[in-house]
């Protein structure tokens, strides 16, 4: 039997920024997988609108949604629709209250250590030259279950390939809609990932291992819990050009369209990612 329990990242399908004086469209390919059984491998590739705070991601290829679904959000990523065009209906994530939701859980966080480094190669990425940043992140996290509290070791390296050929636009992006879990452990983290390498990325890679320990230690349970997990997500960008200023119309909602009801299948899913907490997010 397997607990899934969301820690800390909140992340939009793909990495997007906002510009102050511009609108910016980029193609993408993302596929994330992971050796927990719970957690399906998927692909997708899409296309990404960005103005001001207002963003729109459409799903035009592979398994993680439905082909021709859409993202939208108008106040950077603290609230996102999900609109499924065939079924004209919507769905409502609320990111900065799902946020505060994980911070209120009884998780401390211990031996935390952030390093990010250079790296030697440069490459061109959508005809862009890219730096190469590596930041790896390791740190012991502990979640009270009840009365028992669960530690897990967890290791994230992150690598970017990144271009200032779009100016600041990741800060501009981060600055209106940041989200905060309230627990200043887990906010750090969270902002160490999204804001210590700057440029905007074209290529990322974000590898998470998590060592739990208490598998280790209880050797005479029944219950089988897998000691490591291995999750990795890439993304890369195809295209990527300025964009003349965009029409309101690309980030409402149509008057036709209504709600979903609440999410219970496939069709419905969020673009909402999180990291996991393993005894057996």
């Given at each position: 039997m397997k607990k899934n329990l969301p820690v800390l990242a909140?992340?939009?399908?793909?990495?997007?920024?906002?510009?102050?004086?511009?609108?910016?469209?980029?193609?993408?390919?993302?596929?994330?997988?992971?050796?927990?059984?719970t957690i399906p491998s998927t692909d997708c590739a899409g296309r990404a609108?960005?103005?001001?705070d207002r963003s729109r991601i459409e799903f035009l290829a592979g398994n993680a949604y439905p082909l021709g679904t859409y993202m939208i959000a108008t106040n950077g990523s603290r609230t996102m629709t999900f609109i499924d065009p065939s079924k004209k209906t919507f769905v409502e994530i609320n990111a900065a209250s799902v946020a505060t939701s994980i911070g209120a859980r009884k998780i401390?966080?211990?031996?935390?250590?952030i390093d990010v480094t250079k790296m030697a190669d440069q490459i061109k990425i959508a005809g862009f030259p890219t730096e190469h940043y590596r930041m790896v992140m390791s740190y012991d996290i502990t979640v009270a279950f009840g009365s028992m509290p669960l530690t897990q070791t967890v290791k994230t390296t992150i690598d970017k390939w990144t271009t200032n050929a779009f100016g600041d636009v990741g800060d501009t992006f981060l600055a209106s809609g940041a989200l905060h879990t309230?627990?200043?452990?887990?906010?750090?983290?969270?902002?160490?990932?999204?804001?210590?390498i700057k440029g905007f990325a074209l290529k990322q890679t974000v590898n998470v291992t998590t060592v739990n320990t208490h598998a280790a230690q209880n050797t005479t349970s029944q219950l089988h819990m897998s000691r490591t997990v291995t999750q990795t997500r890439?993304?890369?960008?195809?295209?990527?050009?300025?964009?003349?200023t965009v029409g309101i119309a690309t980030f409402i909602v149509p008057l036709t369209y209504h709600k979903a009801g609440p999410i219970h299948d496939d069709t419905q899913k969020a673009p909402v990612q999180v990291l996991s907490m393993e005894p057996e997010k």
């Open positions: 909140l992340f939009l399908l793909v990495v997007t920024a906002s510009s102050a004086s511009a609108a910016i469209q980029y193609e993408f390919r993302q596929t994330t997988s992971s050796d927990l059984e609108i960005i103005d001001g401390t966080i211990a031996n935390k250590k309230g627990n200043p452990d887990l906010d750090e983290l969270m902002s160490a990932e999204n804001t210590n890439e993304l890369l960008v195809t295209s990527i050009q300025p964009a003349a």
